[in-house]
Structure formats: C-alpha cells, structure tokens
Nanobody
C-alpha cells in the first residue's frame, strides 16, 4: 500500500523559510512525476512545483526563485524548500506522485504566513 506523509508546515512570518518533507512508503519514486500542490481556503488546488525523474523541474510563476523541489531517492523522500515566504503562500500543501494509472496524495501539511 502506497502512503505519502507530509511534514514541516507551520506558522512563520513573512520573509522566513520552511522546508516541507514528503516521505513515501510502499513506493520508490524512480522516474515518475512527483510534485507539490497547495490549496488555500476557498480556492482550487494548484501545482506549486514538480519533478520528472530526479532533475527536470517545473515551478509555478508565483514561487519561481523562492521555492526549490528536490528528492532523496535513497530515503524515498521529496522536499520543498520555501524561502521568502509571503502571506499569499498560506495554504495546505500536498505532495503527489503520478504513476499512471495511479495518482497518489498525502494528507497535507498546513503553512501559515502571517505577521
């Protein structure tokens, strides 16, 4: 059974950083598409960053230059380093693995950016 569990969320002030982790059990990332999504209250879930394999990355315009997605395949863990956080980054963050036909999600971790 595949499980994804996120951690690392919290309450921070604008300009501060957080590092989110997503540990996968029962699964090895390999060359699949993995990513981080977020959902703010009243808004649709949106893609924040994704990786294909271990090197090809994509970032949403709103986080380009501030967030970095990376993986440690030996630990089956994916990360999202978030720097210079802003109130607009407040949301619940979810990790995702797409391995057709399967689409796996974690339960999410809350990030609140507020002064």
């Amino acid at each position: 059974q595949v499980q994804l569990v996120e951690s690392g969320g919290g309450l921070v002030q604008p300009g501060e950083s957080l590092k989110l982790s997503c540990v996968a059990s029962g699964y090895r990332f390999g060359n699949t598409v993995t990513g981080w999504y977020r959902q703010a209250p009243g808004k649709q879930r949106e893609l924040v960053a994704s990786m294909v394999g271990s090197f090809s990355t994509f970032y949403a315009n709103s986080v380009e230059g501030r967030f970095t997605i990376f993986r440690d395949n030996a630990k089956n863990t994916m990360y999202l380093q978030m720097n210079n956080l802003q109130p607009g980054d407040t949301a619940k963050y979810f990790c995702n693995v797409k391995d057709d036909p399967h689409d796996y999600w974690g339960p999410g971790t809350q990030v609140i950016v507020s002064s």
